[in-house]
């Protein structure tokens, strides 16, 4: 196996980023990029953690490099502790993980839990996260604002919830019955794995300018955050060529993202050649109402207002940008493309799977 390799100017030097072309490895490429970018992040070295650093205009690397340079990451770092109990146990925990490290390239064992974004389940191969100092986050939480759902879903993981429903069905107990109609009801309101509450949450709980692992519909994304947004890295090998994409936003439940490059400035140029010459581009209408989501987005979180204000803000923003684009243009702008639709079922200990998405013609794309 061998992935492509796409050269970004970040921090201002050139610095790699593993492309991806089919399913299953996106766990190790999540954090391979992470150990890439964080090379110049932490002043040339990686910090106590570690990071990676390719020879210079490398095109292509293979798994088996791609385990080597993770394998000697791990066994460089140090203990935070020099007691003789912590040290046994950290190589403990360096031993455990080189065990596990084959399933990167096919999937890791992972459990949600709705109750922090930075909650799982404990498995082995959670423990290479805490190794390398990365985050591992998702954003399917249950909303404090709705009682029932809470107490029906409690703390339990992904997979205590699907065995709760199961049981809870054939109880004779109306009122177990009830409480089971209640947590798959959330599961399928939730089925983008991807809440409102968890969403802000997730907002929130990241640090500026940190680099983290983030898993939604058993997929493996580097995240970071950037003035207050949340961005996930553009890993698809069908953008190779493009060094305009690099991160894409991070703003909505639904799937809608817009494509930034690695300054975080919105994409114009994807599949346009950024000719200045060229007509008015009708989808800049669009991305613009992106952009007006993302500043409401982070307005609300910063006041503290209820989510249906920023829906407000957001039919209003699109609204105004709607009137303001057609005042200047013959012609609407065309309609975007519906969200597409996710399905209700969801895997319990899910493998890395690569998200399916056609490469567009526009700058937002919808998955």
Request: hydrophobic share 35%; aromatic share 8%.
């Amino acid at each position: 196996e061998f992935y492509c390799v796409k050269w970004i100017r970040w921090k201002g030097e050139p610095t790699p980023v593993i492309t991806q072309s089919e399913n299953g490895p996106c766990p190790l490429l999540a954090i391979m990029n992470i150990l890439l970018l964080r090379w110049k992040a932490r002043g040339g070295s990686g910090g106590n953690w570690g990071g990676v650093k390719l020879p210079p205009q490398k095109e292509v690397i293979t798994a088996e490099e791609l385990m080597a340079h993770l394998g000697d990451c791990i066994l460089s770092t140090q203990p935070r502790e020099t007691s003789e109990g912590l040290q046994l146990n950290f190589q403990q925990n360096i031993n455990d993980t080189m065990m596990v490290l084959p399933k990167l390239s096919t999937g890791l064992d992972v459990n949600v839990r709705f109750t922090g974004v930075s909650d799982f389940e404990y498995t082995p191969e959670c423990i290479i996260f805490d190794l390398l100092n990365i985050p591992l986050y998702h954003g399917w939480l249950v909303d404090p604002q709705s009682p029932d759902m809470v107490q029906a879903v409690g703390k339990l993981s992904y997979n205590q919830l699907v065995e709760k429903i199961i049981t809870c069905k054939q109880a004779t107990d109306s009122s177990l019955v009830s409480e089971g109609l209640v947590a798959e009801q959330f599961l399928e309101a939730t089925a983008s794995q991807l809440s409102f509450h968890g969403l802000c949450e997730l907002t929130a709980t990241a640090q500026e300018g940190e680099l983290g692992v983030f898993f939604r519909n058993n997929h493996f994304s580097t995240i970071t955050k950037h003035k207050g947004h949340l961005y996930l890295l553009v890993t698809d090998q069908g953008f190779l060529r493009e060094e305009g994409v690099v991160w894409e936003s991070l703003h909505t439940v639904d799937g809608d993202s817009c494509f930034c490059d690695t300054e975080f400035h919105l994409s114009h140029t994807l599949g346009k050649g950024g000719d200045p010459a060229a007509p008015p581009d009708p989808q800049l209408g669009q991305r613009q109402v992106d952009q007006d989501y993302m500043v409401a987005l982070s307005l609300q979180q910063q006041q503290g207002q209820a989510p249906p204000s920023v829906l407000s803000d957001l039919e209003l923003a699109r609204q105004l940008q709607q009137e303001e684009y057609q005042q200047g243009h013959p012609h609407p702008p065309p309609h975007p493309h519906p969200p597409q639709q996710l399905p209700g079922q969801v895997g319990g200990r899910p493998a890395g799977e690569r998200r399916q998405r056609q490469r567009p013609d526009l700058d937002c794309t919808l998955l």
